[in-house]
């Protein structure tokens, strides 16, 4: 029996809910390396104004009022099996509301033009789905016809006739979010587990060019059991599940430097990126203050806000006057990152319009460095922003 418990005997589950504040069943299958998982659960103590002759707190009736968050920290990892969702998948379709749409089967017939791809049979694919080649992503920007999509940017080298495309598994925004139940096993075994139930992605950062292309998901949630307390009817659940027995690797991180920026009116791949960052705020609410109820029945998102910041080396040539010009006139450009560079280690965000903002001069070193903080996606019906693995 050890004295302590080791900080890295901990095991991370996620898993979307059918109910609100009800957790579903889970399997290996869910498992993912995460670096951190803070929980906050706090209980609201009404203010008492009854006179007591006394200036004690007397205490209050309970059961009383929950107030549950969370912050959970990952990173990029590989995915050995697309178009498999990954397994922090739940947290993405929190965060953006849409479920995973896989890409499984598309063969090229040919290229009518280095932004295009034509299929041999109907590709079936959606705008803002991602297509993958040769350990790059790309996005479909439009659908010419039922064989031919139109691309954000090429591909470095452009598929030949009768190649198969990747596999890919692709996230879009919705207007309705979906909750979900975040599992923490410790060991031994004999040690407090917990699981946070009916939680919201409200915040969800992505950032790059760091020791690994890091993630961040946080929110509100209904409610935080343990098996130390656990009384049935928690979380929807009769006894407090056990974790499920590991199965297979849950992949390696990627390393942050590895992957691609493109950026621009036209978009342009601009090498000299030092950092950028995105933050998807989807404004929720949860329904706390109503009668008859001690934790919250459901929630709300608000008016969700994507921006977008990065930082790269000033130099002189087109491309970065553009971005300069683009801020001064607030014309909108189109950004897309890919993470990664190896097929099963392929992440990608594509933004359609983003509103950039004017460069800030960093002369402190020995390279002039520009800063755009605070820069804008707009859209017209939940398109600001996709997501894709592959």
């Known amino acids: 029996m050890a004295c302590y418990i080791s900080s890295r005997d901990n095991r991370f589950y996620a898993a979307v809910e059918q109910q609100f504040g009800e957790a579903p069943a889970i399997s290996a299958a869910n498992r993912f390396p995460a670096t951190s998982l803070a929980i906050a659960h706090e209980v609201s103590y009404p203010k008492r104004h009854d006179k007591t002759g006394s200036r004690s707190f007397a205490g209050s ?30 947290l993405f379709e929190s965060a953006m509301g849409g479920s995973p749409r896989p890409f499984t089967d598309g063969v090229v017939e040919s290229i009518p033009a280095s932004d295009q791809i034509r299929f041999v049979d109907p590709h079936g694919l959606l705008v803002g789905q991602g297509v993958s080649f040769g350990g790059e992503l790309r996005f479909a920007s439009s659908i010419v016809n039922d064989r031919t ?17 990747g596999q890919t598994v692709s996230y879009s925004l919705t207007k309705n979010l979906k909750s979900l139940s975040v599992f923490d096993y410790w060991s031994p075994e004999t040690a407090l587990q917990r699981i946070v139930c009916g939680a919201v992605v409200d915040r969800m950062k992505i950032s790059v060019n760091g020791d690994y292309h890091e993630m961040e998901f946080r929110g509100p949630a209904s409610d935080l059991i343990d098996d130390a307390s656990f009384a049935p009817g928690s979380g929807g659940l009769s006894s407090f599940p056990l974790e499920p027995a590991a199965a297979g690797s849950m992949g390696s991180p990627v390393p942050g430097h590895l992957g691609q920026a493109w950026i621009g009116v036209l978009p342009t791949q601009i090498f000299a990126l030092t950092g950028a960052s995105l933050l998807l705020d989807n404004n929720v609410e949860m329904r706390t203050r109503e009668f008859g109820s001690t934790k919250p029945r459901c929630f709300a998102p608000g008016v969700r806000s994507v921006s977008f910041q990065f930082s790269i080396f000033s130099q002189d040539d087109a491309a970065t006057k553009a971005l300069y010009q683009a801020g001064r006139q607030a014309s909108p450009v189109q950004i897309m990152l890919q993470l990664g560079q190896q097929p099963g280690q392929l992440m ?12 800030a001069f960093d002369d402190k070193e020995t390279r002039l460095e520009w800063h755009l903080d605070g820069c804008l996606a707009k859209g017209t019906a939940e398109d600001e922003l996709y997501l894709a693995f592959a």
């Not at 009022?65 to 920290?73: D, E, G, H, P, S």
Request: charged share 5%; glycine share 4%; hydrophobic share 45%.
């Open 149 to 165: 999509v139109q691309l954000n940017v090429p591909f470095s080298i452009a598929p030949a006739a009768g190649t198969p495309m």
């Open 348 to 359: 990608a965000l594509y933004m359609k319009n983003v509103i950039l903002s004017v460069p």
């Open 61 to 90: 009736i309970t059961p009383l009022r929950t107030n549950t968050a969370f912050i959970l920290k990952t990173h990029l990892i590989s995915n050995p099996q697309p178009p498999v969702a990954p397994s922090y998948g739940a």
